[in-house]
């Protein structure tokens, strides 16, 4: 079951008689949901200061990025690819932020640059991998060196400081008492997943992951729906790189750096299968959210810094296990 | 051919020597299942010190299965399996090759990357130097002398995957003597071979059998059968049909025993008046794969194409469709050339495919039923990009209702269908796209026997709304049954085009395996059987 097998009739809207529930259990993200529950309610009586809604907000303040390029590299890994160029994408499009933010101001100009810094590289990530015919985790592992080392061509290796205060806006702003980075994470999170679910390249995304040969002889354009999906990733980098570049208040060369693991980990965690063709929009948000969870409270609790690594492991390997056994026990879907 | 015939006859004479040792291995009424179906049923085979003992029989006779039963890749459900007069147990490939029957499958199992003597060592103890490194040496030596000992000479040392297929075989031949095989099953062995490396092959197999191994021969082509064999065995439909001296037998009555029974239809079409031309083949060409490929579809016509696995037709179907590229040659539909770039260009042009693969090839799994149906169309069924629900549920409910799916809703996951139902999701796709040329791939492959006669219906029932058919089958019956024309591929060639009337199961089978039955006068490759039967 995944989330185009649930497309139209089951829902997060579905009454909540044994059946819906059956199947809201059996969509990808259901595991995580749980696990994030259970993890919820663990803290809060661990520790008092956990359950505070200003603690629950610097949560998703600091999964902010984390969450919206992971919202992106999920459709890549739907669509039965990967991206792990992510962590220098991020760090080439704060450096275009930063320099048009400390050239010319302004908000608008910084977040065009960011983007469109982002698409050109996502773009060439996507051309490689469909008209090249290149794995994409060779595509992308070359473009995380290979934009590593624009970076440092570029900046020459100093840091780029003194951001004008009205670019970081889109990092340290609130509206109605909500920090904007949680704004753009939901608003995005609502289009993708209406995307997601109900446009054609959404559709196409999980046909071509869930079965590419079918796809092929189904004539769906496999090769643009994968472009696409990778061009998404640089558009989703750039906006997350305002963000970033608004809390930092300055970039620095290794900005971005082991990020890529750290999305694909939120995207596994929630429930979208690294094969590609299961999954929904809905997982990789509730992964970040699960890991923001995680490290704020293993802090609160009280638990050694040292150990973060380890429960972050296993925690992935819970997820992918969770997996395999509950797709082995529903069986059908083989 | 003169060497051929020479080892028939000197074969004759250790034939005789042959009968009187005990069988090498012996299979006593083997049944094998595979869920509710039957792939092999009571059925007998045993094999002698030197001799060659064949095994023919149609697409799915069951020959393949029997083959893995010998290999220890399945494990029979009833019967045994006897070596040296000894009930065995094989529980992997491994145990089979230690009892000493070594297999030469259809598809080579080599590592291309590696040396001809790497892969005659793989899985056995490598010569090694006093300090234990590997002696490279001595393998290639060793590897030179066993290619020797089978009369053949080539390059050891370079990598498998420049040795042409001949060689190839050969060496899995030599590698399988290495073991001190008792017996060498070949499955298939010349399908890729010229016939001058065949020869050769012919000349190994004389070698084998006169040191006393035994060979198992599983061919199509039955004028090579006659000149390899001592025995023949033929299958039907998983059961033993009869075992005799091929000097008993000639190939005539082999086929009239692989046939066997009288048509059972489950559908007969009656008479249709074709129309105009609807698809157009000329000259379509992918070198290896079919050549020279002519094909006139009229509006309501069904043609079908027959032939064996690998005669090129499912490549062909593939290539009209614009999945492969093709080399040379065209496709016009109504008279329009068709860009052959891609399957959107294909279906653009009104041509629809059902692929023989339902599960790898025809669906997306996890999808719902409806939207695999919409799979095609979805660009028509939405509007800026996003699709509109209704119409998709409509659409996926219309053809539902009309192709009779049955056992879930159209909102429920395509998994959860039984495979006929799964093979009428599969039509569904294909029809969506309202195509007025359909190439069916093995339509009917794998459903059950009702699905089968539903799916019947429909062909009629497109074909007599104007659709131009191409249906193409390894079942000899459905073919005949449901195509008002017949062409039959032999190794990337139409060898034969039959009308309804002419179309019969000798002369199909006939024109698909290149052996001349009966009066039919003409089908190529008849002369070499003929004379070997008129020298017994």
Redesign the interface.
Known sequence: MSGVGALRSVGLRTAPTTRGLRRWLLRPEAPAAVFLVVLLAAFSLAADRFLTPDNLESILVQVAVLGIIALAVNQVILAGEIDISVGSMLGLCAVAVGTVATATGGLLAPLAAGVATGVLAGAVNGLLVTLGRIPSIIVTLGMLYALRGVILLVTGGTWITQIPDETRVLGLAKLAGVSLPVFVMFALFLIVNAVSRNSTWGRDVFAVGGNRRAARLAGLAIDRTRLLAFALVGAFVGIAATIYVGRAGSVQTNAGEGLELQVIAAVVIGGTSIAGGRGSALAPVIGAVLIGVILNGMILVGVPGVWQSAVLGALILLAVTTDALRRRLVGGAA | MSAIEASAQSRVEHRAAAAVHPPIFRLAGVTKRFGGVTAVEAVDFDLRRGEVHAQVGENGAGKSTLVKLVGGLYVPDEGRVEVGGEVVQFSSPRDSEAAGIAMIPQELDLFLELSAAENLFVGRRRPRRPWGALDWRQMEARAREQLGALGVEFDVEAPVERLSMANRQIMLIAKALMGDAAAVVMDEPTSSLTEREAARLFRIIDELTARGVGVVYISHRLGEVFMVADRITVLRDGQHVRTAPASELDSEEVVRLMVGRSLDELFSRGGHEAGDVALEVRGLTRTGEFEDIDLTVRHGEVVGIAGLIGAGRTELAQTI?G?RAAERGEVLVDGEPVELD???A??EAGIG?V?EER??????????I??NIS??I??RL?RL???A?QRE?ETADGFAEQLAIRGARV?E?V??LSGGNQQKVVLA?SLA?GPQVLLLDEPTRGVDVGAKSEIYRLIDRLASEGRAIVLISSELEEVLSMADRVLVMREGRVSAELSREEATQERVIAAATGVAVGEDEGAEGAAPAASVDTER
Request: hydrophobic share 40%.
């Open positions: 469709f999945v891609s399957p959107a294909a279906m495919y692929p599960q790898s090839q025809g669906l997306v799994l996890p999808f719902t409806a939207a799979l095609s979805l660009g939405s990009g996003f699709v629900s549920r909102s996951p998994s959860r796709k796209g």
